[in-house]
């Protein structure tokens, strides 16, 4: 069991104008995490994937909903979450296409899920009916790499 | 909070090279997406797109190029990428872009590529 654990919450209405600010959210807290620069813009990528799914698909492009993205930070992983109350679509049931099959289609959209899939450890979906969509995805901290425990433990040892 | 983007074209010989600067995300790809589609509507085919001072990009940027990249090569060009930071790079390089578009470290490269064509024909 982690013996620390931190957690942020950001909730922004559904509309792609905020895509950067939370961006900016993800990198601060993967900065402060001790996550290489490399790493935590990867991180803000995948994320950014994810809350577009959720204006897009979820939302339909509706700005007049909420995207709520809570991060817990540990010494192992960091957490993120996506969480939504719009129409649930499983993006870990989609079937992940090579690009030049997407290409011949026309269809950018498989193409976050594969980013997404490509940056985290795991990635999993959760529908609680009624009340809520939640795409979790966990980064597993890298040992004695860049964003290794040691560069994140809290300096009171 | 809207971060930067922005768009500037202009020729390059015969080629048309369109910069763009800053994020291109979910936010920002439609203007990508209008610049382009109407360079081939205009019936310019042969496109450098200068990514010198791209900060940033997403699927929906990546999408753009994508979608119209069979329609520029049917026309007799292409749709080239140049100048790329390694940051953005690498995120091509994920989804397995530089086996299937033409990468170019500079512009000038980039145009030199359909020069090189022209002069076989």
Redesign the interface.
């Known amino acids: 069991m982690a013996s620390y654990e931190r957690t942020f919450c950001l909730q922004v209405p559904s509309?792609?104008?905020?895509?950067?600010?939370i961006?900016?959210f993800v990198a601060a807290i993967g900065e402060q995490a001790g996550f290489s620069?490399?790493e935590t813009?990867?991180l803000a990528?995948a994320v950014?994937?994810a809350c577009?799914n959720v204006?897009?698909h979820a939302y339909e492009n509706e700005a007049t909903h909420e995207v709520t993205v809570r991060v817990t930070v540990d010494e192992d992983e960091i957490v993120f979450e996506v969480i939504d109350r719009g129409k649930g679509f499983d993006p870990t049931q989609a079937p992940v296409l090579?690009?030049?099959e997407?290409?011949?289609q026309?269809r950018?959209?498989g193409?976050?899920l594969?980013?997404i899939r490509?940056?985290m450890d795991d990635v999993q979906y959760r529908i609680v009916p009624g009340e809520k969509n939640e795409l979790k995805m966990i980064k597993k901290r890298r040992a004695g790499g860049a964003g290794g425990a040691d560069a994140a433990r809290p300096a009171q040892g | 909070?809207?971060?930067s983007f922005s768009i500037e074209t202009k020729n390059h010989g015969p080629v048309r090279v369109i910069a763009i600067r800053g994020?291109l995300?979910?936010?920002t790809a439609p203007q990508f997406e209008n610049v382009v589609a109407e360079e081939l509507r205009a019936g310019r085919c042969r496109l450098v797109v200068d990514c010198t001072d791209l900060d940033?990009i997403?699927?929906?940027g990546?999408?753009?190029f994508?979608?119209f990249?069979?329609e520029a090569r049917q026309a007799g060009g292409d749709i080239k990428l140049a100048a790329i930071q390694p940051?953005v790079y690498?995120?091509f390089d994920?989804?397995?872009?530089p086996a299937?578009f033409d990468i170019q470290p500079s512009v000038e490269q980039a145009v030199a590529r359909f020069d090189g064509a022209a002069e076989k024909d």
């Not at chain 1, 509309?15 to 600010?21: G, P, Q, R």
């Not at chain 2, 994920?94 to 872009?97: A, E, R, S, Y």
Request: hydrophobic residues 40%; negative net charge; charged residues 25%.
């Open positions: 509309s792609t104008e905020n895509l950067a600010l961006r900016e620069e490399n813009a990867r990528l950014d994937e577009t204006i897009e090579p690009v030049e997407l290409i011949r026309r950018s959209g193409l976050g594969r980013l490509s940056i | 909070m809207t971060r994020y995300d979910a936010h940033y997403s699927s929906a990546l999408g753009v994508m979608t990249i069979d940051k690498q995120i994920v989804l397995g872009f299937l």
